[in-house]
T-cell receptor, first 114, second 113 residues
Framework: EPEVTQTPSHQVTQMGQEVILRCVPISNHLYFYWYRQILGQKVEFLVS????????KSEIFDDQFSVERPDGSNFTLKIRSTKLEDSAMYFC????????????FGEGSWLTVV | KQEVTQIPAALSVPEGENLVLNCSFT??????LQWFRQDPGKGLTSLLLIQSSQREQTSGRLNASLDKSSGRSTLYIAASQPGDSATYLC????????????FGSGTRLQVQP
């Protein structure tokens, strides 16, 4: 079954450093998302991306964050100048273009900021 | 904006029991509702998606229902097994016409052998 893949599975970074999390969405999907889950808290929406531009973003997704589709298969989340409170599991997800379709999630990337 | 809540936060049942997990939402103009399973430290596995025009969806031992008028969805698990132990999350689009999901806090299910 097709799946969303994410790398790295776990990354430890120093506060203030930049981090790039990578995702390969399901191949025929054209909507891509990033969510995060701080330990013990709800899954929170960050951003959605379609047709090479952000289609929706939450109040969490400020200037510290950016997304990019650098080629035909990868989708990345960049976090600049990481803070301790950025420590979380970051999930990439994708869905088909047709509305109302299932959103499929990857296994996540654990980010620990020290 | 849609808000989603799940009660109880945790549930423990003996193996073989049928059980119901609850999900409440605030906006009855719901577009769809999706149920997920999350194992500790893992990603989200989609279980069922119910469109607003549907009343229920079934997959194997799982049955999800949607009642827009009461703002509730339930996930029914028949003949529970220890392998069903996980956290179950429900989620719905945050705003009408949007795709981004808002999640409940989940129900942590423990099925005892």
């Amino acid at each position: 079954e097709p799946e969303v893949t994410q790398t790295p599975s776990h990354q430890v970074t120093q506060m203030g450093q930049e981090v790039i999390l990578r995702c390969v969405p399901i191949s025929n999907h054209l909507y891509f998302y990033w969510y995060r889950q701080i330990l013990g808290q709800k899954v929170e929406f960050l951003v959605s991306f379609y047709n090479n531009e952000i289609s929706e973003k939450s109040e969490i997704f400020d200037d510290q964050f950016s997304v990019e589709r650098p080629d035909g298969s990868n989708f990345t989340l960049k976090i600049r100048s990481t803070k301790l409170e950025d420590s979380a599991m970051y999930f990439c997800a994708s869905s088909e273009v047709r509305g109302g379709n299932t959103i499929y999630f990857g296994e996540g990337s654990w980010l620990t900021v020290v | 904006k849609q808000e989603v809540t799940q009660i109880p936060a945790a549930l423990s049942v003996p193996e073989g029991e049928n059980l119901v997990l609850n999900c409440s939402f605030t906006d009855s103009a719901i577009y769809n509702l999706q149920w997920f399973r999350q194992d500790p430290g893992k990603g989200l596995t989609s279980l069922l998606l119910i469109q607003s025009s549907q009343r229920e969806q079934t997959s194997g031992r799982l049955n999800a229902s949607l009642d827009k008028s009461s703002g509730r969805s339930t996930l029914y698990i028949a003949a529970s097994q220890p392998g069903d132990s996980a956290t179950y999350l429900c989620a719905s689009p945050r705003d009408t016409g949007r795709r981004a999901l808002t999640f409940g806090s989940g129900t942590r299910l423990q099925v005892q052998p």
